[in-house]
């Protein structure tokens, strides 16, 4: 079983950036593929971004594509979530979770959720 942990969530402006990380326990995440989701208030759970832990082969919702970059530290069993240029409309709670497959995107595809981290950005 994998057991993923999130972190780095604050209170930033518009503007400023913000690094989240995503603890891996468990078992090996080796061919696994890690996915960040948001929620935001009132909305439904939305797709992020994903990174192929093996082979570091990245996907980005086009909301957060120039701004956001994914990336995994393979020593340190840590994915990371780098958002740049915050908006208002990222605040949100952040998920990480795993898959199978890089092209996933649904919720139903991804497994052993984290507890979310929340990123509030003010205008």
């Known amino acids: 079983q994998v057991q993923l942990v999130e972190s780095g969530g604050g209170l930033v402006q518009a503007g400023d950036s913000l690094r989240l990380s995503c603890a891996v326990s468990g078992r090996t995440f080796n061919s696994r593929v890690m996915g960040w989701f948001r929620q935001a208030p009132g909305k439904e759970r939305e797709f992020v971004a994903a990174?192929?832990?093996?082979?570091?082969?990245?996907r980005y919702a086009d909301s957060v594509k120039g701004r956001f970059t994914i990336s995994r530290d393979y020593a340190k069993n840590t994915g990371y979530l780098q958002m740049n240029n915050l908006k208002p409309e990222d605040t949100a709670v952040y998920y990480c979770?795993?898959?199978?497959?890089?092209?996933?995107?649904?919720?139903?595809?991804?497994?052993?959720w984290g507890q979310g981290t929340q990123v509030t950005v003010s205008s």
């Open positions: 979770a795993a898959a199978t497959d890089l092209y996933y995107s649904e919720l139903a595809d991804f497994g052993s």
């Open positions: 990174i192929r832990w093996g082979l570091p082969t990245t």
